[in-house]
């Protein structure tokens, strides 16, 4: 099973920044995605941004030019920057990766526990 563990969650008045952190572990040989979602209360959950292994990387609209997501291969890390945070982006933010299990290669996906962003007015 593959672990994800976020960090970096928390309180911030709007304009403010956070960095949020995620670092994979387990029997992994590959990943194709890793990327954040955010949930607000009484919302679907949605996409903040993806950075696949191949490809382009992918913003929602509402966080475009504001936010920036990248990843340290050597740390199986993935990082979001959020600048000119909002209270609209209000939310508990999840990591998710998907790729290839070790040994077995088959397909794997997983969740981050979630941490909470609350920005304030």
């Known amino acids: 099973q593959v672990q994800l563990v976020e960090s970096g969650g928390g309180l911030v008045q709007a304009g403010g920044s956070l960095r949020l952190s995620c670092a994979a572990s387990?029997?992994?040989?590959?990943?194709?995605?890793m990327g954040w979602y955010r949930q607000a209360p009484g919302k679907q959950r949605e996409l903040v941004a993806n950075?696949?292994?191949?490809?382009?990387?992918n913003y929602a609209d509402s966080v475009k030019g504001r936010f920036t997501i990248s990843r340290d291969n050597a740390k199986n890390t993935v990082y979001l920057q959020m600048n000119s945070l909002k209270p609209e982006d209000t939310a508990v933010y999840y990591c998710?990766?998907?790729?290839?299990?070790?040994?077995?290669?088959?397909?794997?996906?997983?969740w981050g526990q979630g941490t909470q962003v609350t920005v304030s007015s």
């Open positions: 950075i696949p292994s191949a490809g382009s990387i």
């Open positions: 998710y990766a998907r790729g290839i299990l070790a040994i077995t290669l088959r397909d794997f996906s997983s």
């Open positions: 387990g029997n992994i040989f590959s990943f194709d995605a």
